[in-house]
């Protein structure tokens, strides 16, 4: 690891990438955190409320079932596309021609716009004429998703895993990659068993990117907007409105400026929070 | 047990390539065949769905649009990122750690929380419905990933390059365009790839901040879905030619895609 | 402990073999004896680690077979061999104390714990990694590293071969020479046959009792360090071992004479090379290589000083000859005579020996 040389002409290379962040970031923000304190009846005319749009949101019930909703969906989602993604990628060949072709498919969905994969699972899922909805109906399994909870919960999860597991896969196949022969090697000499040689070296040496996939995953999990919306639009009833939907309805929909601002910025704070949690749990091993 | 374990990957990969080949299938076909029954292929195969897309200006039109911030984007959030992940990678200043982590923070923003503002900052500034405002508002979260991206690779070249070139002469952005660039090449592949991956897929922002003149594929197929009723043919048609670009893109960056992914910068 | 030997060995990385230069190992027939040290010398790419990798099991070879003692393990995997093998890298079990790292071929054994206890405390106290037990193999040292390595080879008792690809790579330079001579001093003490593979001539010169250089997939020379230095038996030898390395000089053989410019050159041993032979060499290591009142007529061009000896360039006949003067001897200028002495002056035609 080089050492890095103190500078402070560096700030010329990092200010336009400041500047462009910042305009969309902290400008924005700073129009949300006034909105939150304040209340408007319209022809911008403000007057400050303090906490009370914040109050409101904390307390309001419908803000707590989209985040049970939330946490529910993201919890469902990692437990799933973790584990079988990993469980891809260890059963994936090590080298060999199919691998890149393999690969190459499944990146496929990743780069789908999420509107055309929201409408693809929405035409695919419909009971009657939709090719998973037709055939589910046909084994004499009741399913109408823009009817059932339950059956919008599991389309929505069945896209999300059909959308996102592969990322999983990209990341923990190149993570195996990286392990050199040597330890496969002396691994068959020191007799072990392929179950050890998943816990005691493939295991660790995955971490590291085992960590940023689960990051990711919950990062984007909980921030998820368009596919949910499109596919199911929240329904039936507000079943499957998770917490982007939620707000956007809010802002968008109703325009509430202050109640949008608060919760907003709620919203922010608790993916904020839960990074961070998630990020010292797993890399508190490696300071060891 | 051993000798199965090709099975997973290859279910898997049946899995999604399922709803592609569902998507194709319905775009081939008619509205009456796809309301009417349900098969398998196309029974009546037509190229209308398709006719229509090429032909009629708020179809195509869609697709140019949303080519044209992508590519827009790409090219800001890679030009602006590389001498910033320069000098992350090599340098130590007031700030640089912080900063860094604040990058990042903004690839943790939920577009939710900025599609009302960016609606009220851009309509501010008069880019309202222009493929630049896409553009800008995509930086959001695509300039902290190239920066982070470009470290990670720039930090695997020694510094003992940089060092050498400048004991030989070189200006800075001479050595910078001319020697350093062509080494990370590699880097700026994958940077560029995700960058484009994120902004072709993002659609909130997308639609928030264009209404007609730059209007995104995106918003030309909702339109459809809800207005002249239940077009599922055009619809699909639409959507498969969205697939596409991002098969090109993969196609030409696989080999570098498991080299990104390595480096675990994703 | 076991004697190892190579019958008919061939291997090629290609599945259809279409010129010479696509085996990795060409023909060879080999054999260790029981409880030696050895080494494989050669520069990369001559074929060493695929031998290597042979023996280990890690690699089916194309041709030929492989047996330890009387047994014939050529379709046997690695860890049906009983072999030990340590890489370039530390390949430790990050995850498991040093205790557990030693310990985990003995348990995939399913030995019970009294006997693992023991065992893995005898290789401990052998390698001196007693006091770190009970850390974590991960905090180690990359020296540390490599004896863990060592060590969960070591811990079986009828291991049949120690095979060591290159393990000093990663360890730093002043730490070499301590692992280098806790090698030596392992093999003295368990006395397991053990084989070397390296680039390095100083560590097979001083762990091996026989050498074995390689070169593009055939043995050249395989003896003693002594005999691979007095006497190599292919300019390539003469070359690769000794720093500086042997000096070739062009030459003519007339009647049973061997000459260099005009000079008469005397041999070690009467020369008998074939008729046939296209490029005639002499041989001789600048150790070997005196002035003289009088000799092979030279001119001094450079004197280098190395520490111990000075390294002194002379040319003559367009040719460059290297010898060594120690302290206190004198350096003539300009125009000087060389003498070889005959005892180490070998004839080669077309690079092998011919004498």
């Known amino acids: ?288 | 047990m051993r000798r199965f374990h090709w099975l997973l990957p290859f279910v898997f990969i049946l899995f999604v390539l399922a709803p592609i080949y569902w998507l194709l299938n319905m775009s081939f076909k008619t509205t009456n065949e796809i309301l009417g029954s349900f098969t398998l292929w196309p029974h009546q195969f037509t190229l209308d769905n398709y006719r229509k897309i090429f032909t009629d200006p708020t179809w195509y039109n869609g697709y140019l649009n949303s080519i044209a911030y992508v590519l827009m984007n790409t090219v800001i959030s890679v030009t602006v990122a590389l001498p910033a992940a320069y000098a992350f990678s090599r340098y130590r200043f007031l700030g640089d750690k912080h900063l860094f982590f604040w990058l990042l923070t903004n690839r943790m923003a939920p577009p939710a929380v900025f599609a009302l503002p960016f609606f009220q900052l851009y309509s501010a500034i008069g880019l309202f419905d222009t493929h630049f405002a896409v553009a800008l508002a995509h930086c959001l979260f695509n300039i902290p990933l190239a920066v982070w991206i470009l470290e990670g690779f720039m930090s695997g070249v020694p510094k003992e390059l940089d060092e050498t070139a400048f004991v030989d002469g070189y200006p800075f952005w001479r050595f910078f365009a001319r020697i350093f660039i062509p080494t990370i090449a590699s880097g700026i592949g994958v940077a560029a790839f995700f960058c484009f991956m994120f902004s072709w897929v993002e659609l909130l922002l997308a639609k928030t901040l264009t209404s007609v003149a730059a209007k995104p594929i995106a918003a030309t197929m909702t339109r459809t879905a809800s207005t002249s009723g239940y077009e599922l043919g055009l619809l699909a048609a639409a959507g498969a030619l969205t697939i596409i670009p991002g098969a090109f893109v993969i196609y030409f960056v696989r080999n570098y895609i498991a080299k990104g992914f390595a480096l675990g910068r994703v | ?355």
Request: with cysteine; charged share 20%; net charge neutral.
């Open chain 1, 1 to 288: 690891m080089s050492t890095k040389v103190p500078n402070q002409k560096a700030w010329w290379l990092v200010l336009p990438v400041v500047v462009l962040v910042a305009f969309n970031a902290v400008l924005p923000l700073m129009t949300v955190v006034n909105y939150s304190v304040q209340e408007t009846f319209g022809e911008n005319v403000f007057f400050f409320e303090g906490v009370k749009w914040f109050e409101q949101i904390l307390h309001s019930k419908r803000f707590h079932e989209s985040l049970q909703r939330q946490l529910l969906y993201t919890a469902i989602v990692l437990a799933i596309e973790v584990p079988l993604g990993v469980a891809i990628a260890l059963a994936m060949p090590r080298r060999g021609p199919w691998v890149s072709v393999c690969l190459v498919l499944m990146a496929m969905p990743l780069l789908i716009p999420w509107n055309v994969v929201g409408a693809m699972w929405n035409i695919i899922a419909l009971p009657d004429i939709g090719l998973l909805g037709r055939s589910l109906n046909a084994l004499g399994i009741e399913y109408n998703f823009t009817r059932q909870p339950v059956a919008a919960w599991a389309t929505l999860i069945a896209m999300d895993v059909w959308h996102w597991t592969s990322l999983v896969v990209l990341l923990a196949y190149a993570g195996l990659s990286a392990i050199p022969d040597a330890y496969y090697q002396a691994a068959k000499i020191d007799g072990a068993s392929r179950w050890a040689v998943f816990r005691f070296i493939q295991l660790p040496k995955m971490r590291r990117v085992l960590t940023i996939a689960v990051l990711l995953r919950f990062m984007d999990s909980f921030m998820i907007y368009t596919e949910a919306i499109v596919v199911t639009g929240g329904g039936p009833g507000n079943s499957t409105t998770l917490l982007s939907i939620d707000l956007v309805k809010i802002a968008l929909g109703q325009f509430d400026l202050g109640p949008a601002a608060a919760m907003s910025l709620i919203y922010f704070l608790i993916i904020l929070l839960l990074s961070w949690v998630f990020y010292t749990v797993m890399t508190r091993d490696e300071a060891n």
């Open chain 3, 1 to 355: 402990m076991a004697l190892v030997r190579l019958s008919s060995l061939r291997h090629s990385y290609r599945a259809h073999v279409q010129a010479d230069a696509d085996w990795a190992v060409k023909r060879l027939d080999i054999e260790w004896a029981n409880g030696t040290a050895n080494a494989l010398l050669g520069p990369s790419g001559c074929g060493k680690t695929t031998l290597l990798n042979i023996i280990s099991g890690l690699l089916r070879p194309t041709e030929g077979a492989v047996f330890f003692d009387e047994r014939d393990v050529t379709a046997l995997a690695p860890d049906e061999r009983n072999i030990a093998q340590v890489f370039q890298f530390p390949v430790v079990y990050d995850t498991m104390t040093v205790y557990q790292n030693l310990a985990f071929p003995l348990r995939n054994r399913r030995l019970e714990q009294g006997a693992v206890d023991r065992r893995v405390r005898e290789i401990a106290a052998l390698l001196d990694l007693e006091p770190m037990l009970a850390q974590r193999a991960a905090g180690l040292t990359a020296d540390g590293k490599q004896k863990i390595s060592l060590g969960r080879g070591l811990v079986r008792e009828d291991v049949n071969v120690v095979m060591f690809d290159e393990p000093l790579t990663v360890i730093d330079p002043h730490l070499k020479w301590r692992l280098r001579s806790k090698l030596k001093e392992l093999h003295q003490r368990v006395g397991t046959t053990m084989i070397y593979v390296t680039h390095d001539q100083t560590e097979a010169l001083t762990f091996a009792d026989q050498v074995i250089v390689m070169n593009e997939g055939t043995v050249v020379q395989a003896g003693t360090p002594v005999e691979l230095f007095e006497r190599p038996r292919h300019t390539f030898v003469g070359h690769f071992i000794g720093s500086p390395g042997m000096n070739v000089l062009p030459a003519t053989f007339d009647d049973g004479v061997a000459r260099f410019g005009g000079d008469v050159v005397e041999l070690a041993t009467p020369a008998r090379p074939p008729a046939s032979a296209k490029r005639l060499e002499l041989g001789v290591r600048p150790e070997f290589v005196r002035f003289a009142s009088d000799g092979i007529p030279v001119r001094v061009v450079r004197v280098r000083d190395s520490g111990r000896y000075r390294i002194v360039e002379t040319e003559a006949e367009g040719v460059t000859i290297r010898l060594l003067l120690t302290e206190g001897q004198l350096l003539p200028r300009g125009n000087a005579k060389l003498r070889f002495e005959p005892k180490f002056t070998q004839l080669y035609a077309d690079g092998w020996i011919a004498s």
